[in-house]
């Protein structure tokens, strides 16, 4: 059986993890969950399990039968979408979590890994650079069931020993899937809209700064932190992880470096609010000190590697 199970393997996340993944361990050594089947071909080379996240029968039977070393728990409602159902957005995002900290506990998991996001944060959490310790006082329903996902980490780890394991991603910028409903997505659809030589309508304000990475350094990150030996982590609620922080002006200048013709508009909608009350940048110290974090991927190398990477999809599809 495999070592290594990735549940919620179709998103924008988990297929740019898996095929990390499968570069580090082997396609057999892992296994891939989601309730859609994800349409990358590479994802689809490991042994692929259909499965409900929230369906805790159907999870007990895969996470007891498989006996997983590591499980990379992904499978969540992202803020901009949970707005619009709440209720199914929290038993998602919180069910899910309990149904695979109970396997672990259970001794069926050695190592868990489970994403936060910067969606913790809130108005009254300080702007910049927000520290570790900084107060949570989320908004959406989405930052609330991460907020309280921290702390049930916390208590598994201390309660009953689970390694689990955690990181508070900001806004994440890959060219291999479609963004799944964050109030970040705008920083992959300003892309795509350069490359298909057409204006972009942005949906937040010109000057809206807010913490951003490169997919490359947010999987990098979550396979070094799953990498480190259980007695460096010494932060088991979530740790703060920072690279990058631009407006939406900025992503389009630095397009026009490329595109001087691209052009960019702005009707801001219900989205500004929520990335008005997160934070514009982040302090990742402990990240840094427990195992060594350090970004390698900025804004401009971002942009060209990101219109090259779509330009050569588009190309691919074409022929």
Not at 151 to 162: A, P, Q
Not at 242 to 249: E, L
């Amino acid at each position: 059986m495999a070592k290594i199970l990735v549940i919620g393997a179709a998103g924008q996340l988990g297929i740019e993890l898996v095929l990390a993944l499968q570069t580090q361990y082997g396609v057999e050594e892992v296994d891939v969950s989601d309730i859609r089947v994800p349409n990358d071909e590479g994802v689809m080379r490991s042994r692929f399990l259909h499965l409900d996240a929230t369906d805790e029968d159907s999870m007990s039977t895969v996470l007891e039968e498989g006996r997983y070393h590591a499980v990379y728990h992904l499978a969540a409602m992202l803020s901009a979408t949970g707005e619009k159902n709440p209720i199914a957005a929290w038993d998602l995002n919180m069910q899910s979590l309990l149904h695979v900290l109970e396997a672990a506990k259970e001794g069926w998991i050695d190592r868990v890994f489970w994403p936060s996001s910067i969606a913790v944060f809130g108005p009254q959490t300080i702007k910049k650079s927000v520290p570790q310790d900084a107060l949570l006082d989320p908004t959406t329903v989405y930052g609330i069931s991460k907020q309280a996902g921290e702390y049930w980490c916390r208590y598994y780890h201390e309660k009953y020993g689970v390694d689990v394991r955690s990181i508070r991603y900001p806004g994440l910028i890959g060219h291999r899937s479609a963004p799944g409903g964050g109030t970040t997505d705008y920083a992959v659809e300003i892309y795509q809209a350069a490359n298909a030589g057409e204006a972009y309508t942005c949906f937040l304000r010109a000057d809206q700064a807010l913490p951003m990475m490169y997919m490359d350094d947010a999987v990098r990150a979550t396979l070094e932190l799953m990498r480190v030996p259980a007695n460096q982590i010494r932060v088991r609620t979530s740790y703060n992880l920072g690279a990058m922080s631009f407006t939406p002006s900025e992503v389009a200048k630095s397009i026009q470096q490329h595109l001087p013709n691209f052009q960019v508009h702005y009707q801001p909608d219900h989205r500004q609010g929520i990335a008005e009350s997160w934070p514009e940048s982040i302090e990742d110290t402990a990240a840094q000190a427990d195992w060594g974090w350090k970004p390698k991927v900025l804004l401009p190398e971002m942009t060209t590697t990101m219109l090259l990477a779509i330009e050569k999809k588009t190309q691919t599809a074409v022929h």
